[in-house]
């Protein structure tokens, strides 16, 4: 289904957030026959929202407020619902809305489909997509190229209807995005599977084949995968497949990156830290070029490239210890590159959150080869530390905190001269914050509290 199609349109809307409101101001600014008929919440919202999605004789029902058959039978009764990316579509109420046969859709699912698949570099992963899209994006530019970049980074996905075309479209795609799309991108890059969301999903199982699905989605015409991700060896088999990671390609290599061999750039002439970052770099230089893009010659490409907030970011220096908020690891996956990104230096991790199943047998291992400290914060912080002991880290170096202002204060104690502490949680923040940046801004605001 096409944005352009919803003229007319009865329209169920579930969710707030900026994808949702920029929906209802493109319909209402391009699409003025439509209507938003039902406006859905999980919990009853607060005054003003009809006049805040642009639509005042929208019918607001909540879940929690009319019940699940009223909020179902609302839905069902227009003639197509957008969702939040944050609703599930494993929801029992939205497959109820789909039994009926009242299509349910997202706004950058609409928008991808009006714009068609040329051009547009769809990327997806558990890690790295917010700087891969953001690096392919610069690196178009700087090869001289027109190019946006949205969805989960950059604008939502439908405010570039309000721009000219570009020769090259970033678009960062989530698993709830991925999900239920219709039409997918040129190319379709995956940085990397691990496991993640099962709690949106249902399972490990369901979050797999939710990512992978982009793949076989009409429009992909290039699958760019790593070759270092196990998970990732059996996709996209009817594709067209580049990988990255590879002696091949694009490598990450103990001087810096390569291709095919030959070094391009040392690490040291890179504007990010660890060799995930360099991986994220390899993988947004081969989808550039699967799009027929010829990058600029590196390290010059990538001049005034900088890392994004909360991916290990050095946001105090103090008493010569070096403070790095590294919130956006919400897996041990990540927490272990992150480590990883500081050799030869003594480092004391924070971490712990939201409890979702986390394996932490490898990431345990991983701090007892460092010689690492290790704070642990609730939820998961316990079962971190546990793990952490078991593995051969010392009690006296595996603390448990009752909060991160806690753990600042244990840090700071532990740090010795020369010392990194890392907030990398390996775990989602949505225990105590409301979401990862939040997280992240709490520390560093700590982290300089002296």
């Not at 050799?343 to 291992?365: C, F, K, M, N, W």
């Not at 080869?369 to 609730?378: C, D, E, F, K, L």
């Amino acid at each position: 289904m096409r944005f352009s199609e919803l003229d007319g349109a009865s329209v169920g809307v579930w969710g707030a957030g900026r994808e949702i409101a920029s929906f209802a101001d493109q319909l209402a600014r391009r699409l003025p026959s439509a209507r938003i008929a039902v406006a859905a919440f999980d919990a009853p919202p607060g005054d003003g929202v009809r006049e805040a999605l642009g639509a005042p004789g929208a019918r607001v029902v909540a879940r929690d407020g009319d019940g699940a058959e009223v909020l179902v039978a609302a839905l069902s009764s227009c003639d197509v619902v957008v969702r939040s990316p944050g609703v599930s579509i494993h929801r029992p109420e939205l497959e109820s809305v789909l039994a009926v046969g009242t299509p349910v859709t997202t706004a950058t699912s609409l928008w991808l489909a009006e714009h068609g698949p040329t051009g547009v570099l769809g990327v997806t992963g558990t890690k790295g997509k917010s700087t891969t899209a953001a690096l392919a994006f610069h690196l178009a530019r700087a090869a001289g190229l027109t190019a946006q970049l949205a969805g989960n980074i950059g604008v939502p996905a439908l405010e570039l209807l309000d721009r000219d075309a570009a020769e090259v479209t970033v678009l960062e795609l989530s698993s709830y995005h991925t999900a239920d799309l219709e039409i997918g991108p040129e190319v379709a890059l995956v940085t990397n599977l691990y496991r993640e969301h099962t709690d949106w999903h249902g399972s490990e199982q369901a979050y797999r084949a939710d990512k992978l699905r982009l793949l076989g989605l009409p429009g992909v015409r290039v699958a760019v995968l790593s070759a270092r991700d196990e998970g990732l060896a059996q996709a996209a088999a009817e594709l067209e497949t580049l990988r990255f990671g590879s002696p091949s390609g694009w490598d990450a290599t103990a001087a810096g990156i390569a291709l095919r061999g030959e070094l391009q750039a040392t690490s040291e002439e890179l504007p990010l830290r660890g060799e995930h970052n360099v991986l994220n770099l390899c993988a947004a230089l081969t989808a550039l070029e699967a799009l027929g893009v010829e990058p600029a010659p590196l390290p010059g490409a990538l001049d005034g490239f900088r890392a994004l907030p909360h991916r290990l970011e050095t946001v105090a220096e103090g008493d010569r210890v070096e403070w790095v908020n590294d919130s956006i690891s919400t897996t041990p996956e990540s927490a272990i590159a992150a480590l990883a990104s500081f050799p030869g230096r003594e480092l004391v991790l924070i971490a712990g959150g939201q409890d979702r199943g986390q394996d932490y047998s490898r990431l345990a291992d991983a701090l007892a080869a460092a010689a690492a400290s290790v704070i642990g914060v609730p939820t998961t912080g316990p079962r971190l530390l546990a793990a952490a002991r078991s593995a051969g880290v010392a009690s006296s170096r595996a603390i448990e905190a009752p909060d991160l202002a806690a753990a600042v204060e244990l840090a700071r104690g532990l740090a010795a001269e020369g010392s990194v502490v890392l907030l990398s949680p390996a775990a989602p923040s949505y225990d105590h914050y409301s979401n990862f940046e939040e997280r992240g801004e709490r520390f560093s605001e700590l982290a300089r509290s002296r």
